[in-house]
């Protein structure tokens, strides 16, 4: 018997994949908020929306549910990221 081990990471290039810019400020943004949509995330997006608007001066929060907590974002949710300057990702249970 053999045991074979698979290498975890990406094979192509990883430059590809450099993060943007960092924004020097929140202020004026749109922000997209996904959500795996599992119990208890509702609430705490709704408290961290408050303080986008409030205490940072995000001029949107664009909120999106995943329709599988276990997939991908699906094909809508990516389309729409398009448009925001800012994506945060959010789990719960």
Do not use: C
């Not at 975890?8 to 400020?25: G, I, K, M, Q, Y």
């Not at 004026?28 to 608007?53: C, H, I, M, P, W």
Request: glycine letters at 8%; charged letters at 25%; proline letters at 5%.
């Amino acid at each position: 018997m053999s045991i074979e081990f698979l290498d975890p990471t990406h094979e192509a290039d990883t430059a590809v994949f450099a993060p943007p810019p960092r924004l020097a400020t929140l202020a004026g943004t749109t922000v997209g908020v996904v959500s795996n949509g599992k119990y208890g995330t509702k609430q705490f997006f709704d408290a961290f929306e408050r303080e986008l608007l409030d205490r940072h001066g995000v001029a949107k929060v664009m909120r999106r549910i995943k329709s599988n907590y276990s997939a991908p974002a699906d094909a809508g949710i990516m389309a729409d990221a398009k448009e925001w300057d800012v994506l945060v990702a959010g789990i719960g249970d």
